[in-house]
Nanobody, 124 residues
Framework: QVQLVQSGGGLVQAGGSLRLSCAVSGRPVSAKVMGWFRQFPGKERDFVAGITWNGAITAYGDAVKGRFTISRDNAKNTVYLQMNSLTPEDTAVYYC?????????????????WGQGTQVTVSS
C-alpha cells in the first residue's frame, strides 16, 4: 500500500526557513504530479505548490510564489518543500499529496493520496 510520510515542520521565527519532506513508501514513485497544500483552521486546503514527475514543470500559489520552492528526488521517492522568508501568515498545517493525473493540478479534489500533515508555526 502506498503511503506518503511527511517530516520537517515545527516552529520558526518570522524571516526564517524550513524544509518539509514527503517520502513515498510502498511503491516506487509514479509519474503523477506531487503537490503541497496547507490548511488554516476552519478553512479548506489551499494549493501551495505542485511539480511534474520529472521536475520540469512547477506551479505555486500566489501567496508563496518567490519564497517557496518545490522539488523532488525520484531516486529517493521524496518530494520537498523549501520555505524561505516565512511570515506568521504561513502558519498552517501542511500536507503533501499525489495527484490523480500527470498534469499539474491545483484543486484538492484532483489529488488522491495525502500525507499525514505537519504543523508549521511562524512566530512574529
Amino acid at each position: 500500500q502506498v503511503q506518503l510520510v511527511q517530516s520537517g515542520g515545527g516552529l520558526v521565527q518570522a524571516g526564517g526557513s524550513l524544509r518539509l519532506s514527503c517520502a513515498v513508501s510502498g511503491r516506487p514513485v509514479s509519474a503523477k504530479v506531487m503537490g503541497w497544500f496547507r490548511q488554516f483552521p476552519g478553512k479548506e486546503r489551499d494549493f501551495v505548490a505542485g511539480i511534474t514527475w520529472n521536475g520540469a514543470i512547477t506551479a505555486y500559489g500566489d501567496a508563496v510564489k518567490g519564497r517557496f520552492t518545490i522539488s523532488r528526488d525520484n531516486a529517493k521517492n521524496t518530494v520537498y518543500l523549501q520555505m524561505n522568508s516565512l511570515t506568521p501568515e504561513d502558519t498552517a498545517v501542511y500536507y503533501c499529496a499525489r495527484a490523480k493525473y500527470i498534469t499539474l493540478a491545483r484543486l484538492p479534489n484532483d489529488y488522491e493520496l495525502w500525507g499525514q500533515g505537519t504543523q508549521v508555526t511562524v512566530s512574529s
